[in-house]
């Protein structure tokens, strides 16, 4: 009988062994665990652990860090932050989990929770809507660091644990469109159509200010180096919807554009493109391998300059800034390779002179000589960048003679409508 019952025990506690097992190993259906990156960090730390750790650094094999992305590898946007966190994550040699598909919504402060509790010294989200969530966060959970991407209230909410970034990405739109006004002025030359044809299209998602700025900046930058050109904006209100992408895109086309660019975030609009042999400029990353004969360069925020800033401070026990701003100068704004066989002659020149005097501060995307708002130079434009609970515009933003974008905030604020650019709805 003694036999029997131990037999009974000892299968009781395989099977027990079993299912926790199968437990560990299927995560939430929202959240994405990296498991191959973390063992391999792992392994790092253990390495590195024969050091004796900086008195306020936390040992890497006691660190631990989490991401939160509004989408996965599906979307530009998130594929851009997702290959920044693991870039970072690897090169300090820390353990990191990454929770993909987190909504804009109370799922994000869920996650953000989930991460703290499982251990995460810090804790990034990557979306505008996920901000009010991970403050919710940052107040239950002082001991945990909490950064988020394009938000506006770190500088104004004071928690010593809760920080914006951002970067000036309208300086890497505007060399994009410097790239767009170069193959116009090709497609000009060539007889294709005429100088007063030269007519670009832009997918926005919603007329929040980031994307105001980008297109507009991307504007500038193709007017510059072709000085007839037009634009039309359409905007889908959303941030990743393949089919309204490819629709805003087609309509832009339909209306005479010659070239497109995006704020969107699915492969949409370059692949409207493509089918129309219509040049394109995408956003976050290239599109070259599925637009070889479309596509023309993209600009992107590289997020790993920051996130190793704010992971090693944490590390370190430094304060994080509570709004950073990443410029060229970083690394933070750049641009993936041009398409060597679709860009013009001549662009790789215009581009790098063009970085150069902007680096300098030589030149100025939103300088006020190079557009006009209802047919006015600007002498003056009042900014709301201090997220106070009317939304007042009560910061002059034209120093001078242009308009200081990410001077006085990192996340954009500028938000007129200049002379030259059409919008073709403003529903969202």
């Given at each position: 009988m003694k036999k029997i019952i131990a037999l009974l025990l000892a299968l009781v506690m395989v099977f027990a062994l079993v299912a926790c097992a199968a437990k560990t190993d299927a995560p939430a259906e929202e959240t994405k665990t990296e498991t191959a990156a973390t063992e391999t960090a792992t392994e790092e730390k253990t390495e590195e652990a024969t050091e004796e750790p900086a008195a306020?650094?936390?040992?890497?094999?006691?660190?631990?860090?989490?991401?939160?992305?509004?989408?996965?590898?599906?979307?530009?946007?998130?594929?851009?932050?997702?290959?920044?966190?693991?870039?970072?994550?690897?090169?300090?040699?820390?353990?990191?989990?990454?929770?993909?598909?987190?909504?804009?919504?109370?799922?994000?402060?869920?996650?953000?929770?989930?991460?703290?509790?499982?251990?995460?010294?810090?804790?990034?989200?990557?979306?505008?809507?996920?901000?009010?969530?991970?403050?919710?966060?940052?107040?239950?959970?002082?001991?945990?660091?909490?950064?988020?991407?394009?938000?506006?209230?770190?500088?104004?909410?004071?928690?010593?644990?809760?920080?914006?970034?951002?970067?000036?990405?309208?300086?890497?739109?505007?060399?994009?469109?410097?790239?767009?006004?170069?193959?116009?002025?090709?497609?000009?030359?060539?007889?294709?159509?005429?100088?007063?044809?030269?007519?670009?299209?832009?997918?926005?998602?919603?007329?929040?200010a980031e994307v105001i700025s980008g297109y507009t900046s991307f504007f500038l930058g193709a007017r510059s180096v072709c000085p007839t050109v037009t634009m039309e904006v359409t905007f889908t209100g959303s941030w990743y919807d393949e089919t309204a992408e490819k629709e805003g895109a087609q309509k832009l086309i339909n209306n005479g554009c010659k070239l497109i660019s995006q704020h969107a975030d699915s492969m949409g609009a370059p692949t409207a493109c493509e089918t129309a042999g219509v040049p394109d400029v995408s956003y976050n990353g290239s599109t070259m391998a599925a637009c070889p004969n479309t596509y023309l360069v993209s600009s992107r925020i590289d997020w790993a300059p920051y996130y190793k800033y704010a992971i090693s401070a944490a590390m370190n026990g430094e304060p994080i800034d509570a709004d950073w701003t990443g410029t060229l100068a970083t690394g933070s704004v750049v641009l993936t390779?041009?398409?060597?066989?679709?860009?013009?002659?001549?662009?790789?020149?215009?581009?790098?002179?063009?970085?150069?005097?902007?680096?300098?501060?030589?030149?100025?995307?939103?300088?006020?000589?190079?557009?006009?708002?209802?047919?006015?130079?600007?002498?003056?434009?009042?900014?709301?960048?201090?997220?106070?609970?009317?939304?007042?515009?009560?910061?002059?933003?034209?120093?001078?003679?242009?308009?200081?974008?990410?001077?006085?905030?990192?996340?954009?604020?500028?938000?007129?409508?200049?002379?030259?650019i059409t919008l073709l709805d403003t529903a969202f």
């Open positions: 306020e650094t936390a040992a890497p094999a006691d660190f631990k860090v989490g991401f939160i992305m509004l989408h996965d590898e599906n979307s530009t946007y998130d594929l851009n932050f997702i290959n920044g966190a693991k870039e970072a994550a690897e090169a300090l040699g820390v353990e990191y989990v990454i929770k993909t598909n987190v909504p804009e919504g109370q799922e994000c402060y869920d996650a953000a929770a989930d991460l703290a509790d499982a251990g995460c010294n810090i804790v990034f989200a990557d979306s505008f809507g996920h901000e009010d969530y991970m403050i919710q966060a940052a107040k239950e959970f002082p001991d945990v660091q909490f950064c988020h991407s394009t938000g506006t209230k770190a500088h104004t909410e004071n928690l010593a644990n809760y920080h914006n970034a951002f970067a000036s990405i309208y300086e890497g739109r505007y060399l994009a469109g410097i790239v767009a006004g170069m193959k116009l002025n090709e497609m000009i030359e060539a007889g294709e159509f005429t100088a007063e044809e030269a007519k670009i299209g832009y997918v926005g998602a919603f007329t929040y390779e041009l398409n060597e066989n679709v860009v013009a002659a001549g662009t790789a020149e215009a581009v790098e002179a063009a970085k150069a005097e902007l680096e300098a501060g030589t030149r100025h995307v939103y300088d006020v000589t190079t557009f006009t708002v209802d047919g006015q130079q600007l002498t003056s434009s009042m900014a709301d960048v201090d997220t106070d609970a009317d939304y007042t515009p009560d910061t002059e933003a034209i120093v001078d003679g242009y308009f200081a974008e990410s001077t006085f905030r990192s996340a954009p604020y500028f938000q007129l409508n200049i002379d030259g």
